[in-house]
């Protein structure tokens, strides 16, 4: 099953608290109780992600945390990323595999496409719109004008 982890569920419920308010800075402990998280876990988790980049920080009396850029320009990839590394649902599918069988697997192509369209569709998403400060499109293909599957143009090896 794909499935992200507990960690990165919630480190999205960080994230999106401190989206709520971008021109403040919150302290762990801000965070902690406007989450209903416990200190330790948002503590580890603004720390990962200002490693990665996507939080600045300050020390002092006025110090704490806040996005480093706008909650629109944060993607979900960005978030797992920081929390999980780079999506991977094979051991072929990330940057450094170490299969044994890559050279002669059939399914490997395959599998590093669906990959791709997974990291593609992370994305696309934002923060902003993980938060609900921005609509999400779905598309739902009964309430769509659809074009009959007779008439889209597939090309050799396409399904």
């Known amino acids: 099953m794909l499935r992200i982890s507990k960690l990165t569920d919630y480190g999205t419920v960080v994230l999106a608290c401190l989206a709520a308010c971008p021109a403040q ?7 902690a109780e406007r989450t209903r998280l416990g200190l330790a876990t ?4 603004l720390k990962s992600f200002h490693r990665a980049g996507l939080l600045t920080s300050a020390r002092g009396a006025r110090g704490g945390y806040q996005l480093a850029r706008p909650a629109a320009a944060i993607s979900a990839a960005a978030i797992i990323d920081a929390i999980e590394g780079p999506v991977a649902i094979t051991e072929c ?6 299969c044994a ?4 697997c059939s399914t490997g ?4 496409r669906i990959n791709g369209a997974i990291r593609r569709s992370l994305d696309e998403i934002s923060l902003a719109q993980l938060s ?6 779905i598309w739902r293909p009964h309430l769509s004008p659809a ?3 007779a ?9």
């Open 25 to 31: 800075r919150l302290t762990a402990t801000e965070v």
């Open 109 to 112: 192509g395959a599998w590093q």
């Open 93 to 98: 599918s990330g940057a450094h595999s170490t």
């Open 151 to 159: 008439a889209i143009p597939r090309g050799p090896g396409r399904l």
């Open 132 to 137: 609900g400060q921005e609509a999400v499109a």
């Open 147 to 149: 074009v009959p599957p």
């Open 101 to 104: 069988h890559e050279v002669s």
């Open 42 to 45: 948002v503590s580890k988790l």
